[in-house]
């Protein structure tokens, strides 16, 4: 996953309709019929939002039949965690820091 890829996946989650379907497809694969119950937008909306989740390689889609069915991307998904696990473990270091000076002088 190139960083340009990256970034459009954490601004692609930024939106709350994105994250529900996100949810919602880390439970299996769906069409959008299925994924637009319960959401409070349309089922056209659902299919703008899942064209921008594909754009960024979150989502995949295969037709079957008439219909496609969505899913998770899980390489994508896997990269965008291992950065979250990045900011993480920085931030814990960081704290570390902050609460023990001297442990740094140690190391």
């Known amino acids: 996953m190139d960083s340009n890829r990256a ?4 601004s692609a989650l930024a939106d709350d309709t994105r994250r529900a379907i996100v949810s ?10 299925r994924l637009a119950v319960g959401l409070p937008v ?26 496609r069915i969505y ?3 899980p390489t994508a998904v896997a990269a965008l965690r ?8 920085r931030a814990l ?3 570390a820091e902050v609460v023990d000076p ?6």
């Open 82 to 89: 291992d950065q979250l696990d990045v900011f993480w473990r």
């Open 24 to 33: 919602r497809l880390a439970e299996g694969p769906l069409a959008v019929g």
């Open 42 to 67: 349309t089922r056209s909306a659902v299919s703008q939002h899942l064209k921008i989740l594909k754009d960024a390689g979150l989502v995949s889609e295969q037709a079957a039949g008439t219909r």
């Open 93 to 95: 270091e960081s704290y």
């Open 102 to 107: 001297a442990n740094q002088e140690r190391s």
């Open 7 to 10: 970034v459009d996946g954490w």
């Open 71 to 73: 899913r998770l991307n």
